[in-house]
């Protein structure tokens, strides 16, 4: 691995899921709902975990919750739910499981009020990460200062995914709005 690197991706046992990730998603903006929505259940699952597992298991995710897709999600019923705690290829925890179909219908309501999931995103921003922890503590469930400080500087909305010297940093920049702050 280069030594321009981020410091996070050389001190871990980096794999090609690392890589890929690190060089093609993470800090990267997403405009589409139901990705972040996804980022965000990715996240919520990795509490507690590596996020090696998370990506080794992120196609398997996208399949169990159908393709993130927070209408079909936030209509889940009780055998949709078991669905999911009995399939191997995901995390099997009841909050988690749990947690992804609340925030599904929140966010369904944030829709209405602003249009889309990044649009309320936008409407807070900028805030510390203080600040948008108390912001989504308020909104979602199972979403602590780890979680939202990752889920915030994985999809671009808080600085620190990447170092200026760092080959994917300038990358990342390119697909940024004007008003998001830098890395």
């Given amino acids: 691995m280069a030594a321009s690197y981020c410091d996070a991706v050389r001190k871990m046992e980096v794999t090609e899921v690392h890589k890929k990730y690190h ?5 990267f903006p997403i405009p ?3 990705a972040l929505f996804g980022r965000l259940i990715l996240e919520i699952n990795q509490a507690g ?14 399949n169990a919750y159908h393709g993130f897709r927070i209408n079909k999600v936030a209509a889940y ?11 191997a ?16 219908k929140r966010i369904k309501l944030l ?32 979403t ?4 939202v400080n990752e889920f915030l500087m994985s999809t671009g909305y808080l600085p620190g995914a990447h170092i200026e010297s760092c080959p994917v940093y300038k990358n990342v920049l390119k697909q940024k709005p004007a008003w998001i702050d830098r890395l």
Wanted: proline content about 1%.
């Fill in 23 to 27: 060089d093609t998603e993470y800090g």
């Fill in 32 to 34: 589409d709902d139901d």
């Fill in 49 to 62: 975990l590596s996020w090696t597992t998370i990506l080794n298991k992120k196609e398997n995710f996208f």
């Fill in 77 to 87: 019923k009780d055998r949709d739910i078991q669905r999911l705690l009995n399939d």
């Fill in 89 to 104: 290829g995901i995390i099997r925890n009841r909050l988690k499981v749990a947690a992804a179909v609340e925030n599904a």
């Fill in 111 to 142: 829709q209405k009020q602003f249009g889309s999931f990044k649009a309320w995103l936008d409407h807070h921003h900028p805030q510390t990460k203080a600040e948008w922890v108390k912001t989504f503590k308020g909104q979602f469930k199972f």
């Fill in 144 to 147: 602590g200062g780890e979680i």
